[in-house]
């Protein structure tokens, strides 16, 4: 074993229940409570010794119900039977309080022909889209983004697309109203926010941009007979977002 791959085997945890060393970022720790209760820490900051489970709802449940909490953490502990839902709602609040402060930097961008024009320029590494927003304006900023890279490589020019949130959730971190579209620009709390993404997606056994693992969002990207690409208009809700945006 080399130098530098000892290191990273040394900053990896075991979960608890599959047995696999993985890196933290990829994992939830938890730790007891001064009053006996097991206690997720998704920041890996609480004092205390702590036991780790790799980032999935079924694996948290798993850990919970055959206690295996107790024998991690050598103590007798009580587990909540909401735990598995309580780490998703942190790791949830998690993602938008960093989505928030994105907001406060600058980094955001609100509105369909605003992240289009960002789009266009190629200047955002994240694109958001509301879950329960348009799939047609989903279908045209997807064609738009992927269109920076020609050669299809992942994490070439193409920016991540980030549908876990509904507009709800977006009108709160972003201080807007019928949020169903945003972009974020590259480095900084964007980059901290896409991290979190993609933990709260392995969590919930999803897509980063919501859709099943198991059968991945199709859109309609097959060129008509001229070869050319279908381009859908903008209606209905993405319309109204824009008109609220930009007045």
């Keep these: 074993m080399t130098a530098l791959s000892a290191k990273e085997h040394e900053s990896e945890r075991s979960c608890i229940v599959t047995r696999r060393r993985e890196p933290p970022e990829a994992m939830i720790r938890f730790v007891r409570s001064p009053d006996g209760v097991v206690v997720p820490d998704i920041r890996a900051k609480l004092p ?40 998703e709602r942190l790791l949830e609040s998690d993602c938008l309080q960093m989505l928030a ?56 020019g193409v920016p991540a697309i980030v ?33 979190r ?4 997606a392995a969590y919930r056994g999803v897509a980063l941009d919501g859709a099943p693992l198991a059968a991945q969002a199709i859109w309609d990207t097959d060129p008509d007979a001229e070869g050319r690409t279908e381009t859908l208009d903008v209606s209905g809700s993405e319309a109204a977002e824009d008109r609220k945006l930009d007045e």
Excluded at 57 to 83: D, H, I, N, W, Y
Excluded at 131 to 137: C, L, N
Excluded at 166 to 194: E, M, W
């Design 48 to 87: 205390g010794r702590g036991v780790w489970v790799a980032a999935s709802a079924a694996l948290v449940a798993e850990a919970a119900k055959k206690r295996m909490f107790a024998r991690g953490l050598k103590e007798q502990v009580e587990t909540s039977p909401t735990l598995a839902q309580d780490v």
């Design 101 to 156: 402060l994105a907001n406060k930097a600058g980094a955001a961008t609100c509105g369909f022909n605003k992240v289009e024009d960002v789009l266009a320029r190629g200047a955002a590494a994240v694109l958001l889209e509301a879950a329960d927003g348009g799939d047609d304006g989903k279908r045209k900023l997807r064609r738009l983004a992927q269109r920076r890279d020609g050669d299809r490589r992942e994490n070439d």
């Design 163 to 195: 549908g876990l949130f509904t507009s709800d959730q977006l009108d709160l971190a972003l201080g807007r109203t019928n949020v169903i579209h945003a972009a974020l620009a590259s480095g900084g709390p964007g980059a901290s926010f896409l991290a």
């Design 197 to 200: 993404c993609r933990r709260l």
